[in-house]
């Protein structure tokens, strides 16, 4: 059975929540950490660092999906991405570079931000916005990836560059082995548009992660981790097809504005730190919140109307 290509996934709008969520948590706990003491429990909390596998993960699945299911020509797909990547961004990104420029000591941390990575994303130094290294990966995937499809050599790029990650992984973000979840995600595509899965697939995920935790629970990253959010995704996005599983509208809604709840809650965690009280409970507390506060202000009154008039300017703009 064919999914329908105009149904929104609920469950992976969920699991945006989630991930966002733990991010924030991470770099709450982070940020109580720099500003108190280590404490017990940091450990633990910082492992919400892995909610970007979980998006790298996702990203590959929906790109994948939304591009085959949907059948977009190149027009439409560059200007998809241009949309739902650069528009909610440049205002946070752009807007965090002329705060450093006009005011430097704002920044305690010694920043060599470059104004070309902050504007275009491209891997040729860092962002203003230090989150924004994820949306570099992701902008690279979704040129490798239109550039491929669209070339009809998508198989055998692919190959290759997984290929050149296992064999010549690097620092550099064309060979960081972490994109290998971009391509775990196009696989769970292409079982989800088959509707291949398994219950035994959740059991799995939970396996994976225990396995992870056991092996080391140090690494920044772990392709375990990413294997763990793919066998999930692809059966909670199958059991919701079947109607097996529902999710309530206020976690789709906080999934919707997890994008902007990413952008904005390390200024939000920042500011927060340097007012509250200097103790642990309150630097989580109150960063956690500012930041679930400032992303949806920040989905309703920049992200959204961005994209909705984004929606109405001239089709020229997507060339086909």
């Known amino acids: 059975m064919e999914p329908d290509s105009k149904r929104v996934i609920n469950v992976l709008q969920a699991g945006r929540a989630i991930a966002a969520l733990a991010v924030v948590v991470h770099h709450a706990a982070t940020a109580a950490r ?3 003491d280590p404490f017990p429990g940091l450990s633990i909390l910082r492992t919400g660092r892995f909610g970007v596998d979980f998006f790298f993960v996702l990203s590959g699945f ?8 949907k059948r977009r020509g190149l027009g439409d797909y560059a200007w998809a991405r ?18 450093y420029l006009f005011l430097p000591a704002i920044s305690q941390a010694d920043r060599s931000w470059r104004w070309l990575p902050t504007l275009t994303l491209l891997p040729a130094g860092e962002p203003a916005l230090s989150l924004a290294w994820t949306l570099q990966h992701e902008a ?19 190959a290759v560059w997984a290929l050149a990650i296992v064999a010549l992984p690097s620092g550099s973000i064309p060979l960081a082995t972490i994109n290998l979840e971009f391509l775990m995600g196009i696989g769970i595509a292409l079982l989800y548009r088959r509707g291949i899965g398994h219950w035994l697939l959740l059991p799995v995920a939970v396996g994976l992660v225990c396995l992870w935790a056991w092996q080391d629970r140090g690494a920044d990253h772990s392709l375990l981790i990413g294997l763990a959010c793919a066998c999930a995704i692809l059966q909670l996005s199958l059991m919701e097809r079947i109607g097996a599983i529902t999710v309530p509208k206020w976690l789709v809604f906080l999934g919707g504005a997890s994008y902007a709840l990413y952008l904005v809650h390390g200024v939000a965690i920042s500011v927060v730190a340097r007012i509250v009280p200097p103790t642990v409970p309150a ?5 956690t919140a500012a930041s679930i506060a400032g992303g949806i202000a920040y989905y309703c009154f920049v992200e959204r109307p961005l994209l909705r008039s984004a929606r109405r300017w001239p089709d020229r703009l997507a060339w086909r």
């Open 34 to 36: 720099d500003f108190v």
């Open 62 to 69: 929906i790109i994948y999906h939304s591009t085959v299911v």
């Open 82 to 99: 241009v949309r739902r990547l650069y528009l909610p961004y440049w205002p946070a990104g752009i807007g965090l570079a002329l705060l």
């Open 140 to 158: 690279f995937f979704y040129a490798l990836f239109g550039l491929l499809f669209f070339s009809r050599l998508l198989w055998p790029g692919l």
């Open 283 to 287: 630097i989580l507390a109150a960063g």
